[in-house]
């Protein structure tokens, strides 16, 4: 009896050895003036006095407002007062206006954007889900590549605990995310963004927001983890918690099984589902195209299905079963599959990593960078690699060609020339900063803008120092070089006119009244004479479409677009006299150049956010922002036709070859439409 007592007691004692607590804070939004400061200190307080006190703390982005450096110096200042580690993750603030971009979090940090560490049993992750240069979340093909390593080398069985920025609904391929973490044993996702206490029930997990210490009365979460289970309580400053939920340490089984159709299925006519679920009283049945849900009807007592009409745009689709039982548990499963669309898509290939910028087309190649670091090289007519080379770093920029030559930048700062037959890397120059925008070439020379903030030139041929022009704050455009003058936007409320020679200033002209008003998001057109550039607003009142004189840098003319868009953020296009631009409602307005008077205003009926329109054959070739393109007719503004690509963002422009329009996406594929 004395043994059997002893042995409880060492299970009791292990029980408690394993028992700790930890803490979620979120969207602290620090500013280097200090705004909310006191809010932040308030609720280090409060964690500082708990008793026991946590074992550590994690905040799930939004850290500052800018994630500009003085931001994140006065952030570091602060939480340098945590009794306790404090783990970090970026969230869109930290990533959308900063020179640093997800540098940030090595500078900062010391640490990768994503990582992960265990503690008493138990395996936790600091994901990434912020974007370089957009408010928007994304969880990279890469990063989720990575993930499945870091959970098999954790086991499969061990309890384990996520984190990043962006809340559900907001990270458009989550789907995939459920899926990769299917097979292991992820306990709970804890997020931000919302600003306040919120909870989702997905596939046996819970995703759990945290209320924004920024806000007024700032919040937190208290996690008590012990032997079994996870309790989770709410946290106003100056009030008592509140029991939230509580989260078993173990998982059950997805009931939901999808047979029909499979990832990658061709469907012409009805759409033909079929599905297992497996019993459970109360439990409701449901299916989406996209999201449109609808009752799955049951075939048998255990078999589920439907025939589902289909009329909306052509290409890929996510067909998903849901099973909702009492307690609002959600269980998913999914598939892409194409609707249609044989005669439109050519060829279509998965990449690395997304692409979060326009391809490239020289000869019948075409060339980019992807966000998992490899440079491609494919042949334009079948899709078919011709070389990769991985440079050790995002590339966000897109491919500058010149004979046998292209020329990128990286993100840890490289800009980079590389042999167009081979993929043979040249040379390589080391800035201070990532480079952001796509390097221009010209007059032997590469010029591209880095994040220290700066200017280059470099030798095209060598990779050697040409000229460098400091600035204020960093672009991230692609320049445009018109006869020895290189133009371009910045984060500093200028537009710039650098010599090309010499680097010296031949004018600049300010655009607004603070940094968020900037010609910085859009790549600017020109005719030889004028440069039109996009401009993020400041007032809902402020032109947002300006006109320089190339020569002098006077403003000619300057539009607010009639539509309540974000056109700022998307690059004009333009077509002999006639420029276009997108807003970020759908709305696609063709002016004339000489004036900026309206020709005609178009929808494409759905959003447009950080793309550019290509042209060819008097047609307009248009990304959206959620996986749809559009051809438009540039004279009129007629849509001919749309093609879905799924819901990655389409932030790069497509190119043109022959009959193709080849669409990078931030999904991590390329693909190849029939004009």
Known sequence: MKRVLLFLALLLLAAFAQAFTFVQISDTHITGAGSHEDNLRAIIGEINAMSPPPAFVVCTGDMTETGRPPDMEKYREIISSFKMPLYNVLGNHETKWTNLGKETMRVFFERNPYYSFDYEGMHFVAMDSSMWQQ?????????????????????????????????????????????????????????????????????????????????????????????????????????????????????????????????????????????????????????????????????????????????????????????????????????????????????????????????????????FGTLGGDVYCLEAETGKEVWRHNVGSDVISGVALDGSRIYLGTADGRIMGLDAFTGEQKWFFQTAGPIQGTPVVGDGRVFAGS????????????????????????????????????????????????????????????????????T?????????????????????????????????????????QPENSDCGFNSPCLIGDKVYSLAGNGVVLCMRMKDGSEMWRKSTGFSLLGGKPVSADGKLYIPGLRGNVACMDAKSGEKLWTYSLGSGYLFGSAAVWEDLVIVPSCEGNVTALRK
């Open 135 to 367: 408010h928007h979340g994304l969880l990279d093909r890469s990063q989720l590549s990575w993930l499945k390593t870091d959970l098999d080398k954790a086991s499969r069985d061990t309890p384990s605990v996520l984190f990043y920025h962006h809340c559900p609904g907001f990270i458009p391929n989550e789907p995939e995310l459920l899926q990769t973490i299917k097979p292991y044993n992820v306990r709970l996702i804890l997020v931000g963004h919302g600003h306040t206490f919120k909870t989702w029930r997905r596939n046996g997990l819970l995703f759990q927001e945290c209320k924004g210490g920024m806000n007024n009365q700032g919040g937190y979460r208290i996690l008590d983890v012990s032997e079994g289970e996870i309790r989770s309580y709410t946290k106003l400053v100056g009030k008592d918690k509140a029991m939230d939920a509580v989260i078993p340490l173990t998982n059950a089984r997805n009931p939901v099984t999808l047979y029909s159709p499979q990832t990658g299925k061709w469907i012409e006519g009805k759409v033909q589902i079929r599905a297992s679920v497996m019993p459970g009283e109360g439990r409701k049945l449901e299916y989406a195209i996209d999201g449109d849900w609808k009752p799955l009807p049951a075939m048998t007592s255990a078999v589920y299905g439907a025939a589902a009409d289909f009329g909306g745009t052509r290409g890929w689709h996510l067909i998903s079963i849901r099973a909702t039982d009492p307690d609002g548990m959600e269980w998913h499963e999914s598939a892409w599959v194409r609707i249609g669309g044989k005669t439109r898509e050519a060829w279509r290939i998965n990449t690395s990593g997304g692409v979060q910028r326009a391809v490239t087309i020289f000869g019948d190649r075409v060339y």
């Open 451 to 518: 994040g220290e903030a700066a200017f280059y030139a470099l030798d095209a041929e060598t990779g050697d120092l040409v000229w460098k022009y400091p600035m204020d704050r960093f672009t991230q455009v692609q320049p445009m070089l018109l006869d020895g003058v290189v133009y371009f936007g910045a984060w500093d409320k200028y537009f710039y006119a650098l010599n090309a020679s010499d680097g010296s200033l031949k004018w600049k002209t300010l655009i607004g009244i603070n940094f968020f008003y900037s």
């Open 520 to 560: 910085a998001s859009s790549d600017p057109v020109t005719d030889g004479k004028s440069i039109v550039a996009n401009v993020t607003r400041y007032k809902p009142e402020d032109p947002d479409v300006y006109c320089l004189d190339a020569n002098t840098g006077d403003v000619i003319w300057k539009i607010r």
